[in-house]
């Protein structure tokens, strides 16, 4: 069965900085192209950004609100996706997914920005 | 960018009934080159990640019971649910996949009447 585990969520103050993790087990990782997606207490779906696969370039793209603050990269080779969210502020507070959109999504993780 | 707008916000079906959802996008989602709407439809349940129902606009994903449907094409999308069950009770996105910054509606929340 595909997985999708994610790790690395929890409180931050705003300021600071977060790393998560998305490691992938039975699926063809370095082929996909990899989303981060996150949702605040309450609220609907928002894509944070996205990177291609290797053989398609590596390139990332990110959401206006995250652009210059947040990094996506991945590491093949461990078959694991990361996040890399620093300047967070309190707006930044959602459960983050990890999927290869549209089809396979992590359980998500929370990470909470408040002083 | 291109906004997902859903319609209704919320809807009360009673059970056995058809529940329908639309989706309309600001652009175009077909892609010429291989004739595909790169739009999705999930559910999402409270306490859980949405679950993939409908791929390139009107494909099940595998397992979905199949009183889910989809159709349209371009701008105009539809979800179908032909005859309610109380296990269907959820939120409901559609999200686009066409182009980045991908997008999602804002959700249609089905409930029993």
């Keep these: ?115 | 960018d291109i906004v997902m707008t859903q319609s209704p916000d919320s809807l009360a079906v009673s059970l056995g009934e058809r529940a329908t959802i639309n989706c309309k996008s600001s652009q175009n989602v077909l892609y010429s080159s291989n004739n595909e709407n790169y739009l999705a439809w999930y559910q999402q349940k409270p306490g859980q990640p949405p679950k993939l129902l409908i791929y390139w606009a009107s494909t099940r994903e595998s397992g979905v019971p199949d009183r889910f449907s989809g159709s349209g094409s371009g701008t105009d999308f539809t979800l179908t649910i032909s005859s309610l069950q109380a296990e269907d009770v959820a939120v409901y996105y559609c999200h686009q996949y066409y182009t980045t910054p991908y997008t999602f509606g804002q959700g249609t929340k089905l409930e029993i009447k």
Excluded: H
């Design chain 1, 1 to 115: 069965e595909v997985q999708l585990v994610e790790s690395g969520g929890g409180l931050v103050k705003p300021g600071g900085s977060l790393r998560l993790s998305c490691a992938a087990s039975e699926f063809t990782f370095n082929k996909a192209w990899m989303s981060w997606v996150r949702q605040a207490p309450g609220k609907g779906l928002e894509w944070v950004g996205r990177i291609k696969s290797k053989t398609d370039g590596g390139t990332t793209d990110y959401a206006a609100p995250v652009k210059g603050r947040f990094t996506i990269s991945r590491d093949d080779s461990k078959n694991t996706l990361y996040l890399q969210m620093n300047s967070l502020k309190t707006e930044d507070t959602a459960i983050y997914y990890c999927s290869s959109l549209p089809r396979r999504w992590s359980q998500g993780t929370l990470v909470t920005v408040s002083s």
